[in-house]
């Protein structure tokens, strides 16, 4: 890894990920303060109604209605489609600002010039981006934890089972990433990139919630990455989503290293 490209990586993208972390916990805490006063009427109304209940389903991957407790409720800001903007947004801006960013804007001679190889620069972007999802996959932890302390719910939240959502948040942190990296080694334009790569983000979101909602749907849900991150499960059992985590960080790194590999190898054509 170079030392000065994670430099000029990290002042670039430290702005936005401050902007990122920041709303994270703004949103956890509103939500907590909000959960804690309409938990009641969350539980005995919306969910008595099979169109909110199966739509609640749908965005946390379970039936959020059997055994509700203040700790499942707040699982709901682990897979809030906010979250996602936020974190998808920084994915989709850090991973295309060299490996595409510079063709595109027709700076990349200049920084091939650089004694630098291009498996070095890939990793030194990786590493930014990757470090960078520390701070993002705790961030709701956090800002649930904030919340409870500002605004305390009915029943004190158990802090140990939320814990074992930011893994599994992080292992799709880095099958987002990684796919993301492999779309940016594939193209010269930034803006392509950025929309195929969002474009099959919300083709598994879609898919994910139509699961819930669909038989079809539900025999193909293994395809997309969402459907392995189901914080609400882990956080009821208490358990480890260890398989979950397993196959998503063996698809990023799969797909990782063939962007490396092609990234190394291909013709890049003057802008």
Request: charged content about 15%; proline content about 4%.
């Amino acid at each position: 890894m170079n030392s000065a490209v994670m430099r000029k990586t990290m002042r670039d993208a430290l702005p936005l990920l401050v902007i990122a972390v920041l709303g994270i916990l703004v949103f956890e805490c509103l939500l907590v303060r909000a959960l804690g006063e309409f938990a009641e009427e969350l539980v005995e109304t919306w969910f008595k109604l099979e169109f909110l209940k199966n739509l609640v389903t749908a965005l946390v991957g379970a039936d959020l209605a059997e055994d509700v407790t203040a700790t499942s409720l707040v699982t709901i800001g682990f897979a809030h489609p906010l979250l996602y903007t936020l974190v998808w947004g920084f994915l989709l801006a850090t991973c295309t600002r060299i490996i595409v960013g510079e063709v595109d804007r027709g700076t990349t001679d200049l920084l091939l010039t650089l004694p630098i190889s291009r498996c070095r620069m890939y990793c030194s972007l990786s590493a930014v981006w990757i470090l960078a999802g520390i701070p993002l996959c705790l961030a709701p932890l956090v800002g649930i934890w904030l919340g409870e302390d500002i605004s305390p719910m009915s029943e004190p939240l158990d802090l140990a089972r939320l814990r074992t959502a930011p893994p599994n948040l992080f292992a799709l942190y880095l099958a987002i990433g990684s796919s993301t990296m492999l779309i940016s080694s594939l193209t010269s334009r930034r803006g392509p990139a950025i929309a195929i790569a969002l474009g099959a983000l919300l083709g598994c979101f879609l898919l994910n919630f139509l699961a819930q909602l669909w038989s079809f749907a539900r025999q193909i849900s293994f395809l997309g990455v969402l459907d392995y991150y189901r914080p609400l499960e882990s956080v009821r059992t208490g358990d480890w989503p260890l398989f979950e985590i397993a196959v998503l960080t063996g698809v990023a790194l799969a797909v990782w290293l063939v962007g490396l590999w092609h990234f190394s190898r291909r013709d890049i054509h003057a802008v």
